[in-house]
């Protein structure tokens, strides 16, 4: 399916759910879901249960603003952006578990903070996907969104409106990261951990 | 053991999540559906007590009807009083009639003495 019919075919969802039709609404949510889920599991590092607290309050959010959605570009990016925007919000209101994270992505490359490092764990060598995925936990939180959003198939405007940024910022915080992962990949190969 | 780089995109959410957002949507339906059926209703409502209101206007109040509802006239007037002294006439003519009657019938008997005093 087209990325534009698949917009025309969520904007019908919505409006049928906007109606009172609650199997589109079931259609819309397992047509995203996963994507969710996974976007939040490798952005929110090491912490199950923060994960799914942010998955289910992203929904009832949506559920919540759904009747007020204006078909404002993709409904995947406005979907994400709560996500996110909730999850921010949260690193906020817990200000001593956030201070270990780099939330400022202009800096130079930053492993992320000890949240995300168990020095004494050992890291699991082989598969390649594995180990760029290891190298992605350990990217600062905002170039860890910009990358994780990509892999969404989100664009880099979409990804600088979610992010409240402009489209060179991101650009930018896209380079840094795939710059720190080429390095966290190799450190990461021979058995270090770069701090 | 599932390659975790796939898990960047997509990831399978737990069972107990989805049945808690699905009861809330269906919850949030049930609500629209209820609002929506309450909206029709009072819209229902209004529109058949405005056409109510416009039909009783029309036809319970004289002054909002364009015709005048008829009204007896001097002449049907005067009808109507002789109707109401006509009782009193036939009643006379009645009498009048008796009287006559009477008088015959006494004339009658009359005759018929003097008939049998001839006799």
């Known amino acids: 399916m087209e990325k534009s019919e698949v917009e025309a075919d969520d904007g019908a969802l919505i409006a049928a759910f906007v109606r009172g039709d609650e199997r589109a609404f079931e259609q819309l949510y397992g047509r995203y879901k996963r994507q969710l889920y996974g976007f939040l599991n490798n952005l929110i590092v090491d912490n199950p249960a923060e994960v799914d607290e942010v998955f289910e309050e992203t929904w009832l959010r949506v559920l919540e603003k759904l009747p007020r959605y204006r078909d404002e570009g993709r409904f995947s990016a406005w979907l994400f952006r709560i996500g996110r925007n909730i999850f921010i919000d949260r690193i906020r209101k817990n200000r001593n578990a956030a201070a270990a994270m780099e939330l400022d992505a202009e800096e130079a490359p930053q492993v992320a903070g000890p949240m995300s490092m168990e020095p004494d764990q050992e890291l699991e060598l082989g598969e390649v996907g594995d ?20 892999q969404q198939d989100l664009a880099f405007k979409e990804i600088a409106e979610i992010q409240g940024c ?20 190799l450190e990461i190969d021979r058995g270090g951990i770069v701090t | 053991m599932k390659n975790r780089f796939e898990n960047l995109r997509v990831h399978d959410v737990p069972e107990a999540l989805d049945r808690r957002i699905m009861a809330a949507a269906a919850h949030k339906a049930k609500a629209v559906r209820f609002r929506r059926s309450l909206t029709h209703c009072v819209f229902t409502a209004a ?15 004289p002054e909002a009807y364009h015709g005048e509802l008829a009204r007896p006239t ?4 005067s009808e109507l009083l002789a109707l109401a002294d006509w ?11 008796f009287e006559l009657y009477s008088g015959r019938q006494a004339l009658a008997e009359l005759s018929s003495v003097r008939m049998q005093e001839e006799y």
């Open chain 2, 74 to 77: 001097k002449s049907v007037d």
């Open chain 2, 87 to 97: 009782s009193t006439l036939e009643q006379e003519s009645y009498n009048l009639s």
């Open chain 1, 166 to 185: 402009s489209i060179n910022t991101v650009l930018g915080r896209m380079q840094y990261a795939m710059k720190s992962l080429r390095r966290l990949i």
């Open chain 2, 47 to 61: 529109a058949s007590a405005a056409a109510l209101l416009i039909a009783g206007t029309v036809f319970l109040f």
């Open chain 1, 131 to 150: 180990v760029i995925a290891q190298a992605v936990e350990r990217l600062p939180v905002e170039q860890r969104e910009v990358f994780l959003l990509r």
